[in-house]
């Protein structure tokens, strides 16, 4: 009964894996691949592009697109700063917090998150116009869709400890407010810290909705760049510029990973 | 280091509810002090106004005659031993021990040779390096005394230590946490529910209900001499006898169901006798009184006989070597001398 319950399991984790394969894996494999190799089934290149050699498209692409990249990359670390400051107080606040303060100021944490990214951009312009020019709303936006996903990942690990006891362990020992925080809440807050903060990056890095209505000419993000790039650019520069993209974000995606397991068995059981 | 610890009329409410109500103690300098009592009775509570984890409504607290009742914990100089053992999960065994002195700034090298000498005295000295998570129950308690006495508290507060153990393990902690202590002589107050701990474990013992202290003193004191039934029943099983007193020519005495004793003071109308287990022995077959066993439990060493007098039941113990039944008749005497005589005037406090 069991086994074969265990071999159904079997069969449906490997069509599902098939799937995510032939949908995620495998186009952006193609695209990869097609900025390398720019084979003629992916389309013709411009003459310009074909002239030079197989790298000199990527510098093509960082030419072209420098400016958008660095914006990207400036507020992606903006976002994560913030989320720090703001999402480090939030996530020990829920921790700590009890009943009905702790269930408002999760949901509307979390509020953001139902709302489609084409409304709030639409709020954002309208309720502060003045901010849009110095691409200030554009991360607030951004912040709006990262800080949840960091305050989870900070509060879960908060959350795998009894916080309230060890506080009071590390000031009946001598600790004040500072050393506490600084020797044991932190460290113990890290793996969700650091986890946190490469999703907020990811989130940021990869984001479209808010940032195409927000951006200005001066503020314009990589991924809109990129969606300019797809509509009036031949394939192979899309697919550079992807391979591009992809650069920064997979490496932070596959830390993420690495972080996310040790989260739960850094400390064993709960003492 | 260890310091004179007094707690002048100390209170602490809860929602309107008195966990604490006009309690004052002191504890010497160097001394362990058991704080036993029903749950509820405020027990730790009171370690905790005095860690500073909670305020107190009234009252202060002194330590070497200096008001620390305003001081945050961290500023209190005391170690606090935690039932769970509350021990930091992201450090070694040798940074949890070393806390205290971390946080204080201690120089490297006497840092070092303290958490030495601890190892040794706690038995650690393997498990250094190891976390929390990867060392047994014990052994965290083990951790916990150590971080809590390792900068030299002037007090240190043990809430319920053994409680987590089973009772193997509690009794070989309970030795390595009692020697320690004894070493470093700390002025401690040790919170226990086990009777048993608190009379062997402190130079005093604190009995406390609902928030007041019953009875303060020695552990024999309290065994021995308890102030009001509440007392005496909450060290041990007991019957209470209240009496009529005679004058014969020598002087007071009270005829009991189960023998004629001599007792001291002066002639009162009547007086309360708590008699304990082993104030009943076997008799011989031309001395004590004939009793009916309702019920005999084997436990080893001894019987724990239920036995039926006229007008009463009561429990006894019985060797081991003198199989008896239920149902079967046995003669019994009073020992004068580990009769419990309880005072008139507690009386009243006492039936609540």
């Known amino acids: ?271 | 280091m260890s310091a004179s610890v007094e707690i002048k009329n100390l209170s602490k409410f809860f929602a309107g509810r008195g966990a604490l109500r006009d309690v004052s103690l002191k504890l010497a300098p160097g001394t362990t002090t058991t704080l036993v009592g029903p749950s509820g009775a405020g027990k730790t509570t009171l370690l905790r106004c005095l860690a500073g984890l909670v305020s107190q409504d009234a009252g202060e607290i002194l330590f070497d005659g200096s008001a620390v009742g305003m001081l945050p914990a961290e500023r209190r100089s005391v170690g606090f031993v935690f039932q769970s053992y509350a021990l930091f999960p992201h450090m070694s065994v040798r940074d949890n021990l070393a806390f205290g002195l971390d946080v204080r700034r201690v120089a490297r090298r006497q840092r070092d040779a303290r958490i030495e000498e601890l190892g040794a005295s706690l038995a650690l000295d393997g498990l250094l390096d190891r976390r929390p998570s990867e060392i047994s129950g014990g052994e965290r308690q083990r951790v916990a005394l150590g971080r809590a006495i390792a900068h030299h508290p002037a007090l240190l507060l043990l809430d319920e230590p053994l409680a987590a153990l089973d009772p193997n393990l509690a009794s070989s902690v309970r030795e390595v946490l009692l020697s320690t202590i004894r070493r470093e002589k700390t002025t401690v107050l040790w919170v226990t529910h086990d009777r048993a701990d608190a009379l062997r474990l402190g130079d005093r013992v604190v009995l406390m209900r609902d928030g007041g202290i019953e009875q303060v003193g020695l552990p024999s004191a309290l065994y021995r001499a308890p102030q009001n039934p509440f007392v005496a029943a909450f060290f041990g099983s007991g019957t209470m006898w209240r009496l009529p007193v005679s004058r014969n020519g020598r002087g007071l005495e009270v005829e009991t169901p189960l023998g004629r004793i001599a007792v001291a003071g002066n002639s009162p109308d009547t007086v309360s006798l708590w008699i304990r287990p082993e104030a009943l022995r076997p008799a011989g077959s031309s001395e004590g009184t004939s009793v009916r066993v309702a019920e005999a439990y084997y436990e080893g060493d001894r019987y724990r006989l239920r036995v039926g007098y006229e007008g009463g039941e009561t429990t006894l113990e019985w060797p081991p070597d003198l199989p008896v039944q239920a149902g079967a008749s046995i003669r019994i005497r009073l020992e004068p001398s580990l009769v419990i005589v309880l005072p008139e005037t507690s009386e009243k406090s006492a039936v609540r």
């Open chain 1, 1 to 271: 009964m069991t086994h074969v319950r265990r071999r159904w399991a079997t069969i449906a984790s490997g069509v599902l894996l098939a799937v995510l394969v032939c949908l995620v894996v495998v186009p952006l494999a193609v695209v990869v691949a097609g900025s390398v190799f720019q084979p003629r089934w992916l389309g013709l290149a411009s003459e310009s592009w074909r002239s030079g050699s197989q790298t000199r498209w990527f510098s093509y692409v960082l030419d072209l697109y420098g400016r958008q990249i660095g914006h990207s990359a400036w507020l992606a670390g903006l976002v994560v700063l913030a989320c720090l400051l703001i999402g480090v107080p939030a996530a020990y606040g829920l921790a700590k917090g009890s009943g009905p303060t702790r269930r408002l100021l999760r949901s509307s944490l979390d509020a953001p998150l139902a709302v489609p990214g084409i409304a709030v951009a639409i709020a954002l312009i309208q309720t502060y116009p003045a901010a849009r020019t110095g691409g200030w709303t554009l991360a607030a936006g951004h912040l709006l869709y990262a800080l949840p996903f960091f305050v989870r990942a900070t509060g879960n690990a908060l959350a795998s400890v009894s916080l309230g006891e060890l506080e009071e362990a590390a000031a009946a020992t001598g600790a004040g407010k500072w050393e506490a925080f600084r020797r044991v809440i932190l460290p113990l807050a890290r793996p969700g810290l650091t986890a946190g903060a490469l999703m907020a990056f990811t989130i940021s890095w990869g984001e479209f909705n808010v940032s195409f209505l927000l951006a200005t000419p001066t503020t314009q993000t990589f991924p809109s760049a990129l969606y300019l790039t797809y509509t009036t650019n031949s394939f192979p520069v899309a697919a550079a510029a992807t391979a591009i993209f992809l650069a920064a974000a997979i490496p932070a995606l596959v830390l993420l990973q690495g972080i996310a397991k040790p989260e739960t068995a850094a400390f064993g059981e709960p003492a």
